[in-house]
């Protein structure tokens, strides 16, 4: 599953070099599914080790790294920002600056510190689909300030924030109120505004994590 995780970042590279940047984003979206399945499994069958854990990063830095700032570097260079479009490869510096960093942090049991990679590759993913399945928003996001925030954003990547794992001990609503809601409030918005919703519940995870961070 990490290698599948991994071929979906590198066949992503190839299809948004080609232009076929929804294909990317779904790739992506199947990589996601492919990193959290591998570290379920993994506890489902009680394995684990640091192969593992070295082995995921090294596929994340390309398919949650190198992918997504390919992806921003086309967005840029369609809309005719020229040299500037490099910059996009920023997100990828620090996306494996994050994820270097993950690997010795232990104080990343049982929350992240900084924005987690996968969250900021979906960011960026849900614009190429944005445009293919909600053409009607391009004129909202087709322009050069959406691609400096998106490069602007990656430093979230590498701050010293605590937000909340989607981790759970145990399923009671008391003390887990917040990733609850979280949940549900997702689910909403994904029902009615289909892709439009994923950058909206990026910031709504960073706003709940704060909201958790101070009442704790």
């Known amino acids: 599953m990490t290698c599948g995780n991994l071929l979906c970042g590198c066949i992503g590279m190839v299809m948004t070099l080609r232009g076929h940047l929804d294909t990317a984003a779904w790739l992506i979206v199947l990589a996601g599914i492919l990193d959290f399945g591998d570290g379920f499994v993994a506890r489902l069958v009680k394995v684990s080790g640091p192969f593992g854990k070295e082995l995921?990063?090294?596929?994340?830095?390309?398919?949650?790294?190198?992918?997504p700032?390919?992806?921003?570097?086309?967005?840029?260079?369609?809309?005719g920002l020229g040299n500037l479009s490099y910059g996009a490869y920023l997100i990828a510096v620090l996306s494996a600056l994050?994820?270097?960093?993950?690997?010795?942090?232990?104080?990343?049991?049982e929350q992240f510190i900084g924005l987690p990679v996968p969250a900021n590759a979906l960011l960026i993913a849900?614009?190429?689909?944005?445009?293919w399945y909600q053409p009607r928003l391009d004129s909202l996001w087709q322009n050069t300030y959406v691609m400096v925030f998106l490069i602007a954003?990656?430093?979230?990547l590498v701050a010293e924030l605590p937000l909340f794992a989607l981790k759970f001990k145990s399923f009671g609503w008391g003390e887990n109120r917040?990733?609850?809601s979280f949940l549900i409030a997702s689910a909403v918005l994904l029902l009615f505004l289909q892709?439009?919703?994923?950058?909206?519940?990026?910031?709504?995870y960073i706003l709940l994590s704060v909201v958790a961070h101070q009442s704790a």
């Open 178 to 180: 917040i990733k609850y």
């Open 98 to 109: 994050r994820l270097a960093n993950f690997n010795i942090d232990t104080r990343q049991s």
């Open 153 to 156: 954003f990656a430093f979230m």
């Open 126 to 131: 849900s614009f190429p689909l944005m445009s």
């Open 69 to 79: 700032a390919t992806l921003v570097f086309q967005m840029m260079w369609s809309l």
């Open 195 to 204: 892709f439009a919703a994923i950058p909206l519940i990026i910031f709504m």
């Open 56 to 67: 995921d990063s090294l596929a994340d830095v390309v398919t949650f790294g190198a992918l």
